[in-house]
Nanobody
Framework: QVQLVESGGGLVQAGGSLTLSCVAS????????MGWFRQAPGKEREFVAA????????YYTNSVKGRFTISKDGDKETVFLQMNNLKPEDAAVYYC?????????????????WGQGTQVTVAS
């Protein structure tokens, strides 16, 4: 089992920045790949970004490339999502996810563990 706790969501003006955090605990010795997903009201959950446990490899959905950065603090087993130049269409509940494989994945079904989510609201 891997437990995930997200934090850092909130209300921000368009063009502003937020940093989300996800603290992992439990079976992290398996070096799980980590991902961020988001779900807006009335929309399906979508992939945002992913990172390997080593932090060496990352992958982003096209709509956030150049604005979002995923990173990992190895000592604290924490994954971050730095979000810059936020747009109203970025507003959603953001979820942290972990999979018991080391390779990055972009589909939600490929992740076994999920956090409770943190709300990001972007005011235009």
């Amino acid at each position: 089992q891997v437990q995930l706790v997200e934090s850092g969501g909130g209300l921000v003006q368009a063009g502003g920045s937020l940093t989300l955090s996800c603290v992992a605990s439990g079976r992290t010795s398996s070096s799980p790949a980590m991902g961020w997903f988001r779900q807006a009201p009335g929309k399906e959950r979508e992939f945002v970004a992913a990172i390997t446990w080593t932090g060496i490899s990352t992958y982003y959905t096209n709509s956030v490339k150049g604005r979002f950065t995923i990173s990992k603090d190895g000592d604290k087993e924490t994954v971050f999502l730095q979000m810059n130049n936020l747009k109203p269409e970025d507003a959603a509940v953001y979820y942290c996810a972990a999979r018991l494989w080391r390779s990055i994945a972009t589909k939600g079904i490929e992740y076994e563990y999920w956090g409770q989510g943190t709300q990001v609201t972007v005011a235009s």
